[in-house]
């Protein structure tokens, strides 16, 4: 069966400090990956995705990237974190017919 | 306007009602219908998939799909404790390899005992 990893479960850093979030799936090959950002009582927003290695789609302009060195890890990165960054992170994959399995999520406060 | 609309609530129902919860959406391409369920402080865990109209359920969740209508609901029978949480839709058309996702909000449900 599938999983999904994600890494720090919860985070406090200062701003202007870099980040660095990981999320890594097991029991599938090529999934498609997606990070969201969910602010606290609001719906999730799509911070970026990926169809395979190296290919990134950002779709909001941001401070953050995104990055997929191996077929099953997505990392979510900032080199100079913004107060407006806090939120909740989660990492999700999508199966061939488009139903998204989420991973535990991070908790980022940036103070 | 939104591609998707759900009512925020907060929606307090007693245990062992009938709860329907609701989504609207605008365009008419998409195919494909889920339901999610969060916890707080968890991530969503799909709870329902569906495929163009029609209903479908399991145990005691009924996801319905009216594409006439552009109006998708779940139903949850004998509602528990254990079903208080936020209700998110969501949906996406049948083209792209992207495979993107259209959300609503939630919908937050307490089911008091």
């Known amino acids: 069966s599938q999983t999904i990893h994600q890494w720090p479960a919860t985070l406090v850093q200062p701003v202007g400090s870099p980040l660095s979030l990981e999320c890594t799936v097991e029991?599938?090959?090529?999934?498609?990956l997606y990070w969201y950002r969910q602010a606290a009582g609001r719906g999730l927003q799509l911070l970026f995705y990926?169809?395979?290695?190296?290919?990134i789609s950002s779709e909001v302009p941001q401070n953050l990237s995104a990055s997929r060195p191996q077929d099953r890890q997505f990392i979510l990165s900032s080199k100079k974190l913004l107060l407006s960054d806090s939120g909740f992170y989660l990492c999700?994959?999508?199966?061939?017919?488009?139903?998204?399995?989420f991973g535990p999520g991070t908790r980022l406060t940036v103070t | 306007q939104k591609e998707v609309e759900q009512d925020p609530g907060p929606l307090s129902v007693p245990e062992g009602a009938i709860v329907s919860l609701n989504c609207t959406y605008s365009?008419?391409?998409?195919?494909?219908f889920m339901w999610y369920r969060q916890y707080s402080r968890k991530g969503p865990e799909l709870l329902m998939y569906?495929?163009s109209s029609g209903n479908k359920e399991d145990g005691r969740f009924t996801a319905q799909v009216d594409k006439s209508s552009k109006y998708i609901s779940l139903f949850i029978r004998d509602s528990q404790p254990s079903d208080s949480a936020t209700y998110l839709c969501?949906?996406?058309?049948?083209?792209?390899?992207?495979?993107?996702?259209?959300w609503g909000l939630g919908t937050s449900l307490a089911v008091n005992p």
């Open positions: 969501a949906m996406r058309r049948n083209a792209g390899n992207n495979r993107k996702l259209i």
């Open positions: 569906t495929y």
């Open positions: 365009n008419s391409a998409f195919q494909y």
């Open positions: 990926s169809v395979g290695i190296g290919q």
């Open positions: 999700a994959w999508s199966t061939p017919l488009g139903e998204q399995y």
């Open positions: 029991g599938t090959s090529n999934p498609n």
